[in-house]
């Protein structure tokens, strides 16, 4: 257990065994003093508070913060959907997909879910789009493998066989989306989504490596704090941390 103080109090959060790699690390920096004062650099209101940026300690008014790292990053750990993104949930913050296809994690910069409530029609619409995700990935992955013979098609404007590949492509798609099952939340996530409330379009997609045990009134306060454009707290909220019980 961590016992993050901050300028609006306390809160303690539970590391999850299943993720050792994110755990050693947040259990290592911890106790070389990292964190202290270091600030919750990005608040953005019913959805998450974010801190763990070293360049924030000490950062003047107006100074643009979140690109401060360890210099290394930790492969992901999805324990998924064992672990989700409810309220209270303890995750990685990471570089996007685009420069980062393998999803992996800063080496100390992290935030705590506060998220919404939803509504049951709402997750099931997420479902639906999570569904059409998964097929886009699918083609997108086997189009790249037929990347050449897509070119030379091209490049000939064979459009009949520009057609009949694609059609082929569709069709694997649609195999392959079937042999994986339709993307469904478990009845622990619809139950928590819908009465605690948490960020489930973030499943599956950020590495969540504990949760929030004591102190979600102080998410509460830190989340309903001022911010400036760049989702900066107006009144710095900073934080030292120390280790209270390991795991």
């Not at 622990?188 to 979600?216: I, M, S, W």
Request: charged share 30%; hydrophobic share 30%; aromatic share 8%.
């Amino acid at each position: 257990m961590i016992k993050i103080q901050t300028t609006l109090g306390d809160i303690t959060v539970r590391l999850y065994d299943e993720t050792p790699k994110h755990r050693d690390n947040f259990i290592k920096l911890v106790r070389e003093g990292f964190y202290d004062g270091t600030l919750f650099h990005r608040v953005i209101k019913d959805f998450m508070i974010q801190g763990g940026d070293p360049e924030s300690k000490g950062a003047p008014k107006g100074k643009a913060l979140g690109t401060g790292d360890t210099g290394y990053t930790i492969p992901a750990e999805f324990v998924y959907p064992k672990y989700f993104h409810k309220r209270g949930a303890l995750s990685a913050a990471r570089l996007g997909d685009e420069v980062n296809p393998n999803r992996e994690s800063s080496g100390c910069q992290f935030y705590i879910v506060w998220g919404k409530v939803y509504k049951p029609q709402e997750l099931k619409q997420m479902e639906r789009q999570l569904e059409m995700q998964q097929e886009q990935t699918i083609f997108n992955a086997l189009a790249k493998e037929h990347r050449d013979e897509i070119m030379t098609l091209r490049r000939n404007r064979d459009r009949t066989g520009l057609q009949r590949l694609q059609d082929e492509l569709v069709e694997e798609t649609q195999q392959k989306s079937k042999q994986m099952g339709k993307p469904k939340f478990t009845e622990e996530q619809v139950k928590a989504y819908t009465t605690v409330g948490g960020t489930p379009f973030l499943d599956n997609q950020y590495t969540v490596f504990g949760e929030v045990v004591d102190g979600l009134d102080v998410v509460e306060k830190i989340q309903n704090v001022e911010t400036s454009r760049d989702d900066r707290p107006k009144d710095d909220v900073s934080m030292t941390m120390t280790i209270v019980e390991e795991g």
